[in-house]
């Protein structure tokens, strides 16, 4: 038996990416739930690679504390100057003096790449006992990309830059992705024999090719599935595109799991969620995080849903939730905002215009109208009134309301916190409550209300108030009913 072999993987992340034109640099840029370099990561992560390096240099800090956080397992290494992408890997190398077998190097912009492919560009390379194998792809347009330079025989030359082309190699469709299988002891061979004789004067990784073929070491090619797979990110308009092409897969991959999304133009699942079967997704909706939606729950439409749970059967429509869990066959919405600590039991009801932060409705609680609803626990079957405010904040502290079980809160209340409703008690619309209600009493702190007999007559006269009433008083003078007949 053969022993596995030893395999690394390098990512190439240094550079800034002036075209991005932003103070992010361009490896951190989000799309769909990862940085590009988190998708990169992610796609190379099934390399079976013992070491992964990470070149970084443009903001070193800011792409390492991002590593840290999602890819705690890799070797950041600086290249303090960026002198090219020869001169990253053999940084790198220097890095792994250890490494041996195959070496797996990765732009750190071709967010698209399938851990699939990676995995089939790593088996055409080891099974062909080659020094160097390029990923490439026939595109369209090669505008700015490096050119596969094949032989009469189709064998691969070089990889010529567009800057440092002719016209004749230009016309050339079949580009560099800029992911390649290397054999560690060639390449770092090859590295040191680089030269900074091109247009831009930096070590060009994809000289190694040239240099290798010119000593008889084999090299190869190994052409992409998907050409879309390789394309890079240089720009925020290309970013766009790769968003829109990652958007495509993810839903048509949800779509063929079971789940319906209504438009797939205006759905935006991060790579992140997780979805069950049946569940649909309406127009306009996005999920974002570590969202998870369970079974023949409804989504959207105009739906933002962020770090959120979803239970089987919910709906959950024209709603912006960030960091909530919404209960099985609980309803939210239209134009709910749920906000972080936010649990909704089951069949729970949380309707138009209702704002809630760190509060907790047991089952079949409601607070269907109008309401802020912060820092509460309200019990099962609860019902609370139209726009009632739980007052959670005094100018300084945040205090904590409950309403017990099947407590009735009229409209137009404000709950002053820290306060409780007991189970089963009544709150009379518009108190104002600071005091608790116990369980089974009526809470009410109205003013009696008293009627100034007259008085528009007096203070309103010659309004069109005072003569409706004027018509409405003789009406009741003439002991008729009222009419509404001129
Ligand atoms: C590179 C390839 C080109 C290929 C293209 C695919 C070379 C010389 N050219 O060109 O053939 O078609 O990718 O997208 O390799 N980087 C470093 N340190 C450096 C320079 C670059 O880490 O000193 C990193 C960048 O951050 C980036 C990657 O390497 O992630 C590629 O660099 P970039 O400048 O975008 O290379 P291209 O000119 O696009
Ligand atoms: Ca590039």
Redesign the pocket.
């Known amino acids: 038996m053969s022993q596995a072999p030893r395999r690394t993987v390098v990512v ?4 800034e ?1 002036k075209r991005m034109k932003s103070a992010t640099p ?2 951190l840029h989000p799309l769909l739930g990862r940085t590009l370099v988190g998708h990169v990561l992610t796609a190379s992560a099934s390399a079976g690679a013992e070491r992964t390096i990470v ?1 970084v ?1 443009h903001k070193s800090d800011q792409v390492e504390a991002h590593l840290a956080e999602v890819a705690p397992g890799v070797t950041p290494v600086l ?1 303090a100057q ?4 020869g ?2 890997v053999r940084i790198a190398l220097e890095a792994a003096p250890d490494a041996s077998g195959t070496v797996v190097v990765l ?4 967010p698209l790449l399938r851990a699939e492919t990676v995995a089939s560009l790593i088996e055409a390379h080891e099974s062909g006992a080659r020094g160097a194998t390029v990923l490439a792809a026939e595109v369209a347009d090669p505008t ?3 050119r596969i330079v094949r032989d009469a025989a189709g064998n691969l030359e070089r ?1 010529v ?1 567009e800057r440092d082309a002719s016209a004749e190699v230009r016309a050339v469709r079949e ?4 992911i390649y299988a290397f054999d560690v002891a060639s390449l770092r061979e090859a590295l040191s024999k680089l030269s900074t004789d091109n247009d831009q004067g ?1 070590e ?3 000289d190694v090719f040239g240099i290798m073929a010119s000593v008889g070491r084999p090299v190869g090619v190994f052409v992409a599935p998907d050409a879309d797979e390789t394309l ?1 990110c ?1 720009d925020r308009a290309e970013l766009a595109r790769l968003r829109a092409l990652l958007r495509d897969r993810v839903n048509e991959a949800w779509m063929r799991a079971g789940v319906s999304i209504l438009d797939p133009a205006t759905t935006w699942i991060d790579v992140t969620v997780q979805l069950e079967p049946d569940v649909e997704i309406d127009q306009n909706s996005q999920l974002l995080g570590a969202t998870t939606v369970a079974a023949g729950a409804i989504v959207g439409p105009d739906t933002t849903l962020i770090d959120s749970t979803v239970g089987a059967g919910a709906v959950v429509l024209r709603t912006h939730s960030i960091g909530a869990e919404i209960g099985p066959e609980a309803t939210v919405g239209p134009f709910s905002f749920l906000r972080p600590g936010t649990r909704l039991g089951r069949k729970a009801k949380v309707g138009g215009f209702v704002e809630t932060k760190n509060a907790e409705l047991g089952e079949g609680a409601k607070v269907p109208h109008l309401s802020y609803v912060g820092d509460a626990t309200i019990g099962p079957k609860a019902n609370i009134g139209a726009g009632t405010i739980f007052a959670n904040y005094d100018g300084v502290n945040k205090s904590h309301t409950t309403v017990g079980e099947a407590a009735f809160v009229g409209s137009d209340t404000v709950l002053i916190a820290p306060v409780e409703i007991e189970p089963g008690a009544y709150v009379a619309a518009g108190s104002a409550i600071q005091k608790g209600v116990p369980a089974g009493s009526l809470g009410v702190t109205r003013a009696p209300q008293r009627n100034v007999e007259g008085w528009v007559a007096r203070k309103r006269a010659g309004t069109v108030s005072a003569a409706a009433a004027e018509r409405a008083l003789a009406e009741k003078d003439a002991g008729g009913e009222v009419s509404t007949a001129e």
């Open positions: 190439l992340a240094a550079g990416g361009k490896v070149v240099g290249q960026q002198n090219g992408t001169h990253a732009n750190g912009d071709v700015g990309l490096g990889i830059e580009i560099n992705a800029g930096e060009y990784l994809t890079g240089n």
